[in-house]
């Protein structure tokens, strides 16, 4: 009890000393990227705020980051575009196009289940042996060890794909975020059309917008331009701003999680018309009352964060090559900024 006290103690410490922005001047961007780097202790940061139209950038807008999970938003743009070519049917069950030997539960899963988090399969897989135990998640936030690495590869994720627990899960179908169920979706499309989800997004996606800085890979240029990963709010043991090495992902999950970009591609993406219409987004009350659509994305040497108000389309957009849970103080910048007169 002491401990947690202690522990306590501390949140609300770290709490009463911080110094919120107050978003009034001309250049809120850089008000709350100076907020990230001064009050949170983050290393580098860049913001994006999209307004009317106009984009305000603050920190390099060409600095390249993990964006983790906001890489679904892409990958489904591209997916998107396919289907629309006729090149794919979403409704088609993912058996007719994945080459792994599945249940027969899959037979009744489409690729739209999958890539509007519909199929019911879990949000990773975590099995109390293989290949996610618990004490891998807890190792992960103490020492870094990369949470993923035992199915992060395709002939390890086809097995734990049909594990008991994994089935358990699609036979109850109940609606829920799955980053194992995007990368099912993703593996199937590079099945079905016989190219890489690297070449498919190049095609369908960053060639077509002129998007310079989102790749899966980063040539030399582009490490010049990518801050070196550093720890944040985990893992645990490592001391804040540390650097750290940035787990790549394996061939099975780089589609669901693996994208790096730039403030400046991302707005660029999601500023378009439509590029924001996905299941992947979440939606929250802001304690203004405000609606919002959000997404994080986090992955050991990355933290990202997008949010657009419902009713006024303004987009706040936050990267950071950290490794930190998504917190309160993401929601509060936005809460902040939307409800700031223009």
Known sequence: MRGTFAIAFGVLALVGCTTWPTLDSPDPAEEIRRFYVEQVGDPSCSVAIIRDGKVSFAGDPHAIYRI??????????????????GV?????????????ELAPEYGSVTLRDLMEH??????DFLNPWNPLAWHRALMSGLVGAHIYETFDERKDFEEACNFARTLRFLAERRPQYSNVGFALLV???EDATGRDIRAILREEVTEPLGLKDTMF?????????????????????VRRGRPIDAHPLGSALVGMGGLCSSAADCAKFFSRSGSLKSASLC???????????YRFGMIYGGESFLCRDRSTGDILLILRNVTSWPAAEDFEMADRLFSRKK
């Open 187 to 189: 593996t199937a499309v």
């Open 217 to 237: 890979e980063l040539d030399g240029a582009q490490l010049a331009r990518f801050p070196q990963p550093s720890a944040g709010k985990l893992p645990w043991l």
């Open 118 to 123: 519909r199929s019911g399969m879990p949000m």
């Open 68 to 85: 983790a999970s906001l890489t679904k938003l892409f990958v489904a743009e591209a997916i998107g575009r396919l289907a629309a070519k």
């Open 283 to 293: 939606v929250r009350a802001l304690p203004s009352g405000r609606t919002v659509d």
């Open 88 to 100: 794919i049917d979403l409704d088609a069950p993912v058996t007719r196009y994945s080459k792994y």
